[in-house]
């Protein structure tokens, strides 16, 4: 895991994954989702990007960023979300004084083009069906995916059957 370099170009639009420490359930409750979404709007207004499409399970979430012309810091917005919701919830310490809220890390992909923009979006509105935690993705409420449905991305009866995109990819 050292040897990892991340990929940073300036403008890019890039899929996220950002687990909790442990993969304790925090979002279970509506309260943390809600934290979540101030820390995310206070970061925006100091470092603006766009968050295109989203989805919050009770131990992780993806989305989709694009990052502002000239600008590649997604880390640093990152780093800025994770504090900003870590001093509102109550967590255990490690010894270096680090809240135990979130994995240390997280994953990112730079979407290439159209296509892996919608196969990424696809594997976002399938997730929470394919952890077993609705049957369909407009049952979940805590996800952009009403809003893809709304500018007729979706039909309101997309992913009744696993879409392939979502059945291939893998980003726990």
């Known amino acids: 895991m050292g040897d990892y370099r991340r990929l940073y170009v300036p403008g890019g639009t890039y899929f996220f994954t950002v687990l909790t420490y442990d993969r304790q359930p925090l979002f279970a409750d509506p309260s943390k989702v809600g934290q979540l979404r101030l820390a995310l709007r206070k970061v925006k207004s100091k470092r603006p990007f766009v968050v295109l499409a989203g989805v919050v399970l009770p131990n992780h979430l993806h989305c989709l960023w694009r990052l502002p012309e000239g600008d590649a810091d997604f880390s640093t917005r990152w780093q800025m979300i994770k504090t900003e919701f870590s001093r509102h919830v109550p967590a255990a310490i490690q010894k270096d004084g680090a809240k135990m809220v979130w994995q240390l890390r997280f994953y990112e992909h730079l979407i290439r083009d159209e296509e892996d923009f919608r196969k990424h979006l696809d594997y976002i509105h399938y997730s929470p069906v394919k952890h077993g935690l609705v049957a369909t993705p407009g049952e979940w409420t805590q996800s952009s995916f009403k809003r893809f449905v ?18 291939d990819m893998d980003h726990e």
Do not use: M, Q
């Open 150 to 167: 709304a500018v007729n991305w979706y039909t309101s009866d997309w992913g009744n059957v696993v879409p392939p995109d979502a059945e």
